[in-house]
Every structure is written in C-alpha cells, then in structure tokens.
C-alpha cells in the first residue's frame, strides 16, 4: 500500500488524534511493541509511536476527537486544501508540528475525515505492511462513485473494481501501479457514518483484542477474508475505533 519512501500524493502517516496524549500512549506502548516518544518543541502534545526502533504512527492531543486518521503528504497542505474545498470538502483545522510537518485536517464530502502532511521536514512513518505498522487505509462511503471521483481528482488517484468475500463491491486507489487504499461501501445495517479505516498488521489479532479488554478497552468487530487474514477492531480507553489486521488462526 504506501512505501516509507514517500511520494507525494500517498498515504504517509497514521495519526491518533486523542483528547488524552498520556492515556492514548500508555495504552498502545502496553497493548502492541510500540514505545512512545515526545516530538520535541511540542510540549508532549505530539508523540511519536515507534516499533524496533522506526516511527510507526503519531500521536496527536486534540480538544474534541479521538481517531485514527490517514495523512497524504502534499508539497503545498494549504494549496492542497484549497483545491480540496472546491472539490467540496472543509478543512477542520490546521497545525504547524516543529520538526515535523504542516498538518490539516479535512472532511470530504460525505464528512469522512482524513489529513494531508507537508514535510517540515519529516516525510512520515518510518515502517509499513510489517507486524507492528500500517498495513492498510480505506474510505467507508455512502456513495461509492462520489469517494472514487473526489479522491480522484484531489490526489490522482484512479481506481480497480474488485471484490472479496464477505463484501459484493471495493474500490482499490491506485497511482503510477501502486496501491493508495481503498473504498468500502457501507452496508444498510452496519449503522456507522462515513469515515476512514487505518489498518496495522499484527502477528495474533484475536489475541492483541483480548489484550485490549484486559487494559481497559474494549472488543470490537472481527471477522476472517478469505485470502487476506483475521480482521479486527477494538475501542481504547478514550473511545478510539483502531483497526488491524492478523493471520487467519489455525481454528478459525
């Protein structure tokens, strides 16, 4: 999916955007091999989640949300934005990370938020598709056609049709033959709003979720793709919805 030699126009970070910086980091440095580390000039309000050694994902203290959200590196996030609002989406807010990177954080136009990353001079994770990192992104839509075309035109992204059991329909994003992510369609009972998926490969999925319920939080979905692994969610201490994605067990 993304590379840690970043191209502009792809996934380059995950980031926790969490209303308690402190909980959110004692909580995944006990659940997954992650150690956390302050973003220097920041005054602990940004982390660094690292796994043997390479950054892996971001922490990031925020008034009102908690959630994992896809970043795109851009040369120009203020640029990018404006290009973005035409196309119909809104930008929630903007921070310059020192040492780090312009961030802003937009909602498309079904409200699914996702980030847009300008280097300042870090180009984003340091680690990808390992145990212990981002395994993959998806957009869960509404509206299909209208993801496929705002993501599009925004990034260049073009798109394969494919599908895989459980699920009739899915958009893979590709640019220059890579893989960016994808595009869900909500089902008419899943009872969840647009919004993006991040994804990270684990080495035992049910046992990172019975983990979580032991520190606190709590067991969500999980079922098995055929051909792509155990997938499952769980909801930590502050509410967060984290996703990841395992082997399938021999008794499954």
Request: proline letters at 8%; zero cysteines.
């Given at each position: 999916m993304i590379h840690t030699t970043h191209r502009r126009g792809s996934v380059c970070s995950a980031v926790l955007r969490t209303t308690d910086v402190d909980r959110a980091a004692a909580f995944y440095e006990a659940l997954l091999p992650f150690t956390a580390a302050h973003v220097p000039g920041t005054d602990g309000t940004v982390r660094r989640l690292r796994f043997e050694g390479r950054t892996v994902a971001?922490?990031?203290?925020?008034?009102?949300?908690?959630?994992?959200?896809?970043?795109?590196?851009?040369?120009?996030?203020?640029?990018?934005?404006?290009?973005a609002v035409s196309l119909g989406a809104s930008a929630t807010d903007r921070v310059n990370v020192p040492g780090l990177a312009r961030m802003v954080t937009l909602a498309d136009t079904e409200a699914a938020r996702f980030g847009l990353w300008q280097p300042a001079p870090v180009e984003g994770v340091e680690l990808t598709e390992l145990p212990g990192s981002l395994w993959w992104v998806e957009v869960l839509s509404d509206d299909p056609p209208r993801a496929r075309e705002f993501y599009g035109a925004l990034f260049g992204w073009s798109r394969r049709e494919t599908a895989f059991e459980p699920f009739a329909a899915y958009t893979v994003f590709e640019r220059d033959g890579m893989q960016e992510g994808g595009v869900l369609p909500i089902g008419q009972d899943w009872e969840v709003s647009p919004r993006w998926n991040v994804i990270y490969e684990v080495t035992d999925c049910d046992g990172v979720m019975r983990r979580a319920c032991d520190l606190g939080g709590a067991a969500g979905f999980v079922h098995t793709v055929p051909k792509h692994g155990r997938i499952g969610s769980i909801v930590d201490p502050n509410g967060t919805l984290f996703w990841m994605r395992g082997p399938v067990p021999a008794a499954v």
């Open positions: 971001f922490i990031q203290q925020t008034p009102a949300s908690n959630e994992w959200l896809p970043f795109v590196s851009v040369d120009d996030a203020d640029a990018t934005t404006a290009t």
